[in-house]
């Protein structure tokens, strides 16, 4: 109510999870009725993955499936914050960097940097910057993505009046080709259904009813339907 009376527009950000063991607070309850962001997870970590479970510091696939299941709280107003960013802390790859900045705009999420902007290269600088990636996370029409036939690595997030943008991601230890059947995202017509991949700007046309993509180890292709 404070925060209300001051007639000024703020964001205000609740974590009630840091160093909470067992059940994650931020996960069990809908904070969004009075949070404009509510973390939703433990602290990540500088990671792909780690085995601490949800009462420690997690890695960034560890996010990804504890945050999915919460994507439709996101609303006009009121976010689900899965931490910061990591890209250029630790020993992260490209591709797992990339893997994060894309689903947590597939989130909808608040994109926190948390690295050392003093040492930051310029590779990173880059990744951060990508103004098609931003621009799904930031879409006006503020309604976050979910897993495609609940299959973690593939995702789907309508944006704007009739657009929509699907991940694919490679958990595996090596390279893969992943495919999405285009039915399962509504759509319809091979020849009518092109993919541009926001990272790359290579275009994937649909074959046999799906859209398929080469994904890289830890990688993430994220592509925005045309």
């Known amino acids: 109510d404070a925060l209300r009376e001051t007639t000024r527009r703020i964001v205000f950000a609740i974590n009630p999870n840091s160093g909470v063991a067992g059940s994650v607070p931020g996960a069990e309850f809908d904070w969004g009725g009075t949070a404009t962001t509510?973390?939703?997870?433990?602290?990540?970590?500088?990671?792909?993955?780690?085995?601490?479970g949800p009462s420690g510091s997690q890695g960034i696939v560890n996010i990804i499936d504890a945050a999915g299941p919460l994507t439709s709280r996101v609303k006009p107003g009121s976010f689900i914050d899965p931490d910061m960013l990591v890209a250029g802390s630790g020993s992260l790859t490209p591709a797992q960097q990339r893997t994060q900045l894309s689903m947590w705009s597939m989130m909808a999420a608040p994109l926190i940097m948390g690295n050392d902007l003093t040492t930051m290269s310029q590779d990173t600088r880059e990744l951060l910057r990508n103004a098609t990636v931003i621009n799904v996370d930031q879409d006006s029409r503020v309604v976050a993505g979910a897993m495609v036939d609940d299959d973690p690595e593939v995702w789907s997030r309508a944006i704007g009046d009739k657009g929509l943008v699907i991940s694919l991601t490679n958990r595996a230890d090596h390279p893969r080709t992943l495919s999405?059947?285009?039915?399962?995202?509504?759509?319809?017509?091979?020849?009518?259904?092109t993919g541009v991949d926001a990272w790359t700007g290579r275009s994937y046309t649909a074959q046999h009813g799906e859209l398929s993509v080469p994904v890289g180890v830890h990688d993430t292709v994220m592509l925005e339907i045309r």
């Open 38 to 52: 509510t973390r939703v997870t433990n602290d990540i970590a500088p990671a792909w993955s780690t085995t601490g």
């Open 180 to 193: 999405v059947p285009l039915g399962s995202v509504g759509l319809v017509g091979d020849a009518s259904v």
